[in-house]
């Protein structure tokens, strides 16, 4: 069935450097690339998402970049702060109602 | 806009018992809901997708005798966990997916979480 793995599962970081979070999908008509913020107790926040026919997204100091062929997409975070700490998904859907599948999830730590 | 609610927010209960769970769209109208349980320190796991008026889809390893869900009105759906055990206890998080016409730039698989319910069976 549909797949979707995520990369890596925990990631520490200093305040000010950048984080990178990778995902592989394996449904090759997924169109739809959301990425969710979820704190610890607390629901699961839309933070950025990408369609199929962008190859990169950027929203103030969150990027989120495509490659379709490699089926492979990228959240990157420049300047992390302590409140950027939290866990990160990945999920990759189609358009039309599709089910979204969600990658395992990367704990972020942001040391001040 | 596109606000979910979800009640209760936690409960506890004895093994034996059911537990009904909703979720609330409350600016929207879904007709798709989804409910997902979570484990600690995991991810979101698709439990069933939820259509108004119709019965609901559930992923493979689920009982959908055990966990029941309704979706009744384009406002509300439920699930209900019967006869409850101590292996159920999870976060059960619902979320419903914008509708076409309140899209406003968003994608129309965009969904919105509730704030999930956390239960635990003694």
């Known amino acids: 069935g549909e797949n979707v793995e995520q990369h890596p599962s925990t990631l520490s970081v200093q305040e000010g450097d950048s984080a990178v979070i990778k995902c592989t999908y394996s449904d090759s008509a997924s169109n739809y690339f959301p990425w969710y913020k979820q704190e610890l107790g607390k629901r699961p926040q839309l933070i950025i998402d990408i369609r199929s026919n962008v190859g990169e997204k950027k929203d103030q100091r969150i990027a989120v970049t495509l490659n379709k062929t490699a089926k492979h997409f990228s959240l990157h975070i420049t300047e992390t702060q302590p409140e950027d700490s939290a866990v990160y998904f990945c999920a990759a859907s189609r358009t039309g109602g599709f089910k979204t599948i969600f990658g395992a999830g990367t704990r972020l730590f942001v040391k001040a | 806009g596109a606000v979910v609610s979800q009640h209760p927010s936690w409960v506890i209960c004895k093994s034996g018992t059911s537990v009904k769970i909703e979720c609330r769209s409350l600016?929207?109208?879904?007709?798709?809901m989804f409910w997902y349980r979570q484990f600690p320190k995991q991810s979101l796991m698709l439990m069933a997708t939820?259509?108004?008026?119709?019965?609901?889809?559930?992923e493979q390893g689920v009982e959908k005798d055990k966990f029941l869900i309704n979706h009744a009105s384009l406002t509300l759906s439920t699930l209900t966990v019967t006869s409850a055990h101590p292996e159920d206890s999870s976060f059960y998080i619902c979320s419903a997916r914008v509708p076409p016409q309140r899209l406003a730039g968003r994608s129309y698989n965009e969904q919105f979480f509730g704030p999930g319910t956390r239960l635990t069976v003694l």
């Open positions: 600016d929207f109208q879904a007709t798709t």
């Open positions: 939820s259509n108004e008026g119709s019965k609901a889809t559930y």
